[in-house]
T-cell receptor, first 111, second 108 residues
Framework: NAGVTQTPKFQVLKTGQSMTLQCAQD?????MYWYRQDPGMGLRLIYYSASEGTTDKGEVPNGYNVSRLNKREFSLRLESAAPSQTSVYFCAGGRGDYEQYFGPGTRLTVT | EDQVTQSPEALRLQEGESSSLNCSYT??????LFWYRQDPGKGPEFLFT???AGEEKEKERLKATLTKKESFLHITAPKPEDSATYLCAVNTGNQFYFGTGTSLTVIP
């Protein structure tokens, strides 16, 4: 039982490149979330998916797209990376209003 | 505007020296308040959920309490392994908002 897994663990991109961050959960959660964590800013919600087939914007969605591929998988795409997107990205799974369970994170640097 | 503020930013305690961390919130409809622990280089780990004022939860040396404006995480007789960043989050129904955390260091 792996919980929430994320790939890759580390990534370096050049400005303008694109990439997709992958997230999978085996906890049978309906809801999945993408956050970014920056020093002094705390965790900020980028996008979430309340159930398979639905996605909604969070606090900081600009520059990102998401896909809820199935109940287990929720991916985050950066179409044209910018230095301001340098951050640590966390995926989480949960059940609506209840607690969330986080993955180990992806450390992304955009140069 | 929905807001979550944690204090202090950093706290150093001697082993066995009890203290409290504060999480104050201003939200337009609290659906739940959550405490997480985060170790360096790792994802947040769930500790407690509180739903209504007056509610309390305990786990080992940690006790979380909730009022209408704030929550406290009380740490009794902490040990070095309690050193971590403690995060508070609130759920308003559509969004989860996190505070910036309290970095706790427990010195042997």
């Amino acid at each position: 039982n792996a919980g929430v897994t994320q790939t890759p663990k580390f990534q370096v991109l050049k400005t303008g490149q694109s990439m997709t961050l992958q997230c999978a959960q085996d906890m049978n959660h309906n809801s999945m979330y993408w956050y970014r964590q920056d020093p002094g800013m705390g965790l900020r919600l980028i996008y979430y998916s309340a159930s398979e087939g639905t996605t909604d914007k969070g606090e900081v969605p600009n520059g990102y797209n998401v896909s809820r591929l199935n109940k287990r998988e929720f991916s985050l795409r950066l179409e044209s990376a910018a230095p301001s997107q340098t951050s640590v990205y966390f995926c989480a799974g949960g059940r609506g209003d209840y607690e969330q369970y986080f993955g180990p994170g992806t450390r992304l640097t955009v140069t | 505007e929905d807001q979550v503020t944690q204090s202090p930013e950093a706290l150093r305690l001697q082993e066995g020296e009890s203290s409290s961390l504060n999480c104050s919130y201003t939200v337009s409809g609290l659906r739940g308040l959550f405490w997480y622990r985060q170790d360096p280089g790792k994802g947040p780990e769930f500790l407690f959920t509180l739903y209504s004022a007056g509610e309390e939860k305990e786990k080992e040396r940690l006790k979380a309490t909730l009022t209408k404006k704030e929550s406290f995480l009380h740490i009794t007789a902490p040990k070095p392994e309690d050193s971590a960043t403690y995060l508070c989050a609130v759920n308003t129904g559509n969004q989860f908002y996190f505070g910036t955390g309290t970095s706790l260091t427990v010195i042997p």
